[in-house]
């Protein structure tokens, strides 16, 4: 479990960081640019196709990367949520019985939330000045799947 070490004055700047996010997220699926699950490609960051788009398959949002940031990303994402790689992508047995990942594979709808969560924190860091450009997943989530919804009690007075 994530201790919290902030004063609450902090846990009260991070719940309104979270609010913003969330509020942002909004504002994108209702304009549409958040369209992964609609059956649209998402587009991430403007720029030149990355050799991450060009090294693997179905990269849709973080293409722009040098392919070696790939790792990193996946396991920074990972861990702000307190999950394993099949959170996302999809185990598959092979004819000798071996489990490895399919990571191109769409099956899972977990990948497309995370496509959008990637758009919107890109967005948010680009968009906001006041948040610095330090929006990550970890920011709202935690270490937890789902983020808590509202600020912790405040401390008892002793």
């Known amino acids: 479990m994530f201790k919290r070490t902030t004063t609450y004055r902090g846990r009260a700047a991070i719940a309104g960081t979270c609010f913003a996010a969330a509020a942002t ?37 973080i293409g722009d990367l040098p392919a070696e940031q790939l ?4 396991h920074g994402w990972s861990d ?11 185990p598959e047995k092979t004819s000798e019985g071996k489990t490895v990942m399919n990571y191109e594979a769409e099956t899972n709808p977990m990948k497309n939330v995370a496509r959008d969560m990637f758009m919107l ?14 929006v990550t997943c970890f920011t709202c989530h935690h270490g937890q799947v789902v983020p808590e919804s509202k600020p912790p009690a405040k401390p008892d007075k002793k």
Do not use: D, W
Request: contains cysteine.
């Open 121 to 134: 924190t890109t967005t948010l860091n680009t968009t906001q000045k006041s948040v610095g450009g330090k």
């Open 71 to 74: 790792g990193p990303i996946m």
């Open 25 to 61: 997220f909004a504002m994108l699926v209702a304009g549409g640019r958040a369209s992964a699950r609609q059956g649209e490609t998402p587009q991430g960051p403007r720029g030149k196709r990355g050799s991450i788009a060009r090294k693997y398959k179905n990269i849709k949002v």
């Open 80 to 90: 702000s949520l307190g999950v394993q790689c099949v959170f996302c992508h999809v």
